[in-house]
């Protein structure tokens, strides 16, 4: 009797085991945001700035281009801290190609006058006198946006980045691009 409840037994916790580990190795749960989505969102988007028609014409000779950057704007259904806010466009701007494009074409990036004048108190006097010489031409933002598709227990939420710069004495949009892509949670959120 002992012989044959022996084999039951292994089989019974084997595949105990297997759901258990199966459930762990599940699908995702969440759909929001994550710092590897905003690293491949700039990453995608400094290579696009990159190979833009935009800097194509542009060399080292060519007149200096001050291009002030602001926040990214979140219209999306997550929460993003501020600091991520800003993370993104310091991950565009202070990528590998950027960094050599601002010497092979002549760019500078700065932060807005509205950012710097909140942290007057803080500044250096050589930081106040940098900011008085920016003389921003060309700006540049960003747009986050989501939508939502739940079907059942599973959500779906896509995700739009979108940038632009503009040229500051024509107001011509002088860049648009845009990167997109989907997260997918499977389950109960609550699980």
């Given at each position: 009797m002992l012989r044959s409840c022996l084999p039951l037994r292994v089989v019974s916790l084997a595949l105990l085991a297997s759901m258990v580990l199966g459930a762990c190795a599940g699908a995702p749960k969440s759909s929001r945001l994550s710092v590897d989505d905003v690293e491949f969102t700039a990453k995608e988007l400094s290579a696009k700035l990159t190979d833009s028609k935009f800097l194509a014409d542009r060399n080292g000779d060519s007149e200096r281009m001050v291009v002030a950057i602001n926040?990214?704007?979140n219209l999306t259904t997550d929460v993003i801290p501020e600091a991520d806010e800003w993370y993104l466009m310091e991950r565009v701007?202070?990528?590998?190609?950027?960094?050599?494009?601002?010497?092979?074409?002549s760019i500078v990036f700065v932060v807005p006058?509205?950012?710097?004048?909140?942290?007057?108190a803080q500044a250096s006097e050589f930081d106040k006198l940098v900011a008085l010489g920016?003389?921003?031409?060309?700006?540049m933002s960003a747009t986050f946006r989501s939508?939502?598709?739940?079907?059942?227990?599973?959500?779906?939420?896509?995700y739009l980045c979108e940038m632009r710069i503009t040229d500051l004495t024509t107001r011509e949009l002088v860049f648009l691009?845009?990167?997109?892509?989907?997260?997918?949670?499977v389950g109960k959120a609550y699980d």
């Open positions: 926040k990214v704007e701007r202070g990528s590998r190609p950027m960094e050599a494009l601002k010497r092979l074409k006058i509205d950012h710097i004048r909140g942290g007057q920016r003389a921003p031409t060309h700006e939508a939502v598709r739940s079907k059942g227990e599973d959500r779906t939420d896509a691009e845009s990167v997109e892509f989907k997260k997918t949670a």
